[in-house]
């Protein structure tokens, strides 16, 4: 079983930056992919970055070019660099991974989530 832990998260003003990590353990494999997922209040969750088991990364529009995934080598921690953060933004943000590393965003294939961080951004 894999066990995922986030942190980082917090209050930000527009314009600023976060990073937020992501703590795994357990049995991680080399096969599996891990991802960065958003949940605001009323909406559906979704998928904001995610990177294969070969280190290929995926971004969601909204995000590219202003958030970067990375991955250490043992594959236990995994950050998201925030800059240039927006109101639009704000949500709470979740660590999830999958067992086949295909690294999509697509919610509903990955089977292990942390407990998610609150990340508020202001005006």
């Known amino acids: 079983q894999v066990h995922l832990a986030e942190s980082g998260g917090g209050s930000v003003q527009a314009g600023g930056s976060l990073r937020l990590s992501c703590a795994a353990s357990?049995?991680?494999?080399?096969?599996?992919?891990m991802g960065w997922f958003r949940q605001a209040l009323g909406k559906e969750r979704e998928g904001v970055a995610a990177?294969?088991?070969?280190?290929?990364?995926t971004y969601a529009d909204s995000v590219k070019g202003r958030f970067t995934i990375s991955q250490d080598n043992g594959k236990n921690t995994l950050d998201l660099q925030m800059n240039s953060l927006k109101p639009e933004d704000s949500a709470v943000y979740y660590c999830?991974?999958?067992?086949?590393?295909?690294?999509?965003?697509?919610?509903?294939?990955?089977?292990?989530w942390g407990q998610g961080t609150q990340v508020t951004v202001s005006s």
């Open positions: 999830a991974a999958e067992d086949y590393g295909l690294g999509t965003l697509i919610v509903d294939e990955y089977h292990y």
């Open positions: 357990g049995d991680t494999l080399s096969e599996m992919s």
């Open positions: 990177i294969d088991s070969d280190g290929v990364t």
